[in-house]
């Protein structure tokens, strides 16, 4: 059995038909860069030793790909898919024998499984070069494979192909492999005499064939997944795919979607089975979600922990969040960043938490704002509590000990500290420590000036 190819991928050129300030192929699918995408796939290929050929926002791309395991080979100006294999050309020089798959970065929906015959066919063919091919419906765009002799092949550009080879529906779908020994024998030989004055890896094809060594197309079916991501609206098209096919793998795994269409679940979300998640809910970046949870509408939940038996009711947002197991969330709660919910603890209508660890059981049902707090367990937060936690220079702690009970309307100016067991009365305004078991009520007492309304009337009249 031969080695696995080693595997090049060309993702240096800027992308122009995106019209964006950042470079094509680190646009994200459903969380994930449209490279990385490229770069999993070879992974399932088995292949380890990948090269990325980087030059135009070459820092940003190298940043991106930092923890991928890849070797960078820079293109410094970009001047053709040939000339970008070339940029590898010292690195490949010590591989003679060995083969490179070649693969254009913006295929990010192509699955291992029907990648793999290529290198089998390669393989068993013993050919200097196979590359793939479809026949396409509407081939616009590609480049078009030319038998030009029986066994013999050139691939001609769009922009260069006449009218004849325009109507040919084999198309160059962006994929080669090829003996590293062959390969680099033959780029020097690329011009660039072309209308984009290029050096266009396809001449390679060309190149080899003229030389008797065996170059084989290999052909695909037609599909969505070879379709290089070349504008927006394909990259539309592209996530729409692989949300589909994601999709569906959850619900393989005992997960329900209720439906599918409308839910958005980026790469990295794991999802435990028994889950459900209603329609229109979006779980984006490193999100766990366990055992038997429900997810209902209108929902976004991103960098976030779910346990097991979570409940979340529309309408909320929990970012950089851990929930433990039986807690209920919403609808309308806003969890930012450092909260925590310890088990079975209930937050509700138009709550904000923001680096707050929650004890057991506490409830905070309705309209509060609490931040750098810690509140231990079975306390009562009333509706309207706000931890005034911020001077306008530094953040302070609210600290909230064991069945505390927080009246409504009540303002914690922070750092404060509310002993076990107290009470405070509601509408009150807490500067200083509250002892353990107390009450504390803190706003003015109420007056009363009897017949004040009836005399005030009758001064107008
Ligand atoms: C290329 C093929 C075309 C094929 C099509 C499939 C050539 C000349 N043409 O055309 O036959 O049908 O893919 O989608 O190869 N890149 C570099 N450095 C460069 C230029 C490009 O790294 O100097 C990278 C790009 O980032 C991209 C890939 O090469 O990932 C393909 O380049 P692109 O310009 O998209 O080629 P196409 O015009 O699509
Ligand atoms: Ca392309």
């Not at 929902?299 to 209920?328: Q, Y």
Request: hydrophobic share 40%.
């Amino acid at each position: 059995m031969k080695r696995k190819p080693i595997a090049l991928v060309l993702a240096a050129g800027k992308g122009t038909r995106f019209k964006s300030n950042l470079i094509k192929i680190l646009h994200p699918l459903l969380g994930k860069p449209m490279v990385s995408h490229v770069l999993e796939m070879l992974r399932s290929l088995g292949i380890e030793d990948i090269l990325v050929v980087v030059g135009y926002q070459k820092e940003r791309v190298i940043e991106a790909l930092q923890e991928e395991g890849v070797q960078f080979v820079v293109q410094a100006e970009q001047l053709g898919t040939a000339h970008a294999v070339l940029a590898a050309r010292d690195k490949l020089a010590s591989l003679l024998d060995r083969d490179l798959l070649i693969i254009n970065g913006d295929l990010p929906i192509l699955r291992a499984e029907s990648l793999q015959p290529l290198i089998e066919a390669h393989f068993q063919g013993n050919n200097a070069l196979t590359f793939v091919a479809a026949t396409m419906g509407n081939p616009y765009g590609f480049g078009r494979v030319v038998e030009v002799a029986p066994g013999k092949y050139k691939v001609i550009e769009e922009r260069e192909a006449s009218p004849e080879e325009k109507r040919i529906k084999l198309a160059n779908v962006g994929i080669y492999l090829g003996r590293i020994r062959d390969l680099l024998e033959a780029l020097p030989q690329v011009s660039n005499d072309n209308s984009k004055k290029e050096y266009y890896l396809t001449d390679l094809i060309e190149i080899l064939s003229c030389q008797d060594k065996k170059v084989q197309p290999f052909i695909l079916p037609e599909s969505e997944e070879i379709v290089g991501v070349n504008d927006r609206f394909e990259l539309a098209q592209a996530i729409r795919v692989l949300q589909r096919r994601r999709n569906r793998e959850f619900c393989e795994k005992g997960v329900t979607l209720l439906d599918p269409d409308s839910i958005w679940i980026e790469m990295e979300v794991e999802i435990e089975p028994d889950t459900v998640i209603w329609p229109e809910v979006i779980l984006a970046g490193r999100t766990r979600i366990g055992r038997e949870c429900e997810i209902e509408s209108f929902c976004l939940i991103r960098d976030s922990k779910l346990k097991n038996k979570v409940h979340v009711f529309p309408s909320s947002v929990i970012e950089g969040s851990c929930l433990d197991d039986e807690t209920h969330v919403g609808p309308f709660t806003h969890l930012r960043p450092g909260t925590h919910l310890r088990r079975g603890s209930r937050v509700g209508n138009f709550v904000e938490m923001k680096k707050t660890d929650f004890g057991p059981g506490s409830k905070a049902l309705h309209l509060s704002y609490l931040g750098d707090s810690k509140v231990g367990q079975r306390v009562n937060i009333g509706a309207g509590t706000i931890t005034c936690n911020y001077d306008g220079l530094k953040k302070y702690e609210t600290v909230i000990e064991d069945e505390v009970f927080v009246g409504s309307g009540t303002q914690l100016v922070a750092p404060v500290k509310v002993g076990r067991g107290a009470y405070i009365g509601a509408g009150s305004t807490i500067t200083k420590n509250v002892s353990p078991e107390a009450l504390a009520v803190a706003r003015s007492r109420q007056i009363e000036k009897k017949g004040w309304a009836r005399r005030k009337k009758r001064k107008k009249e």
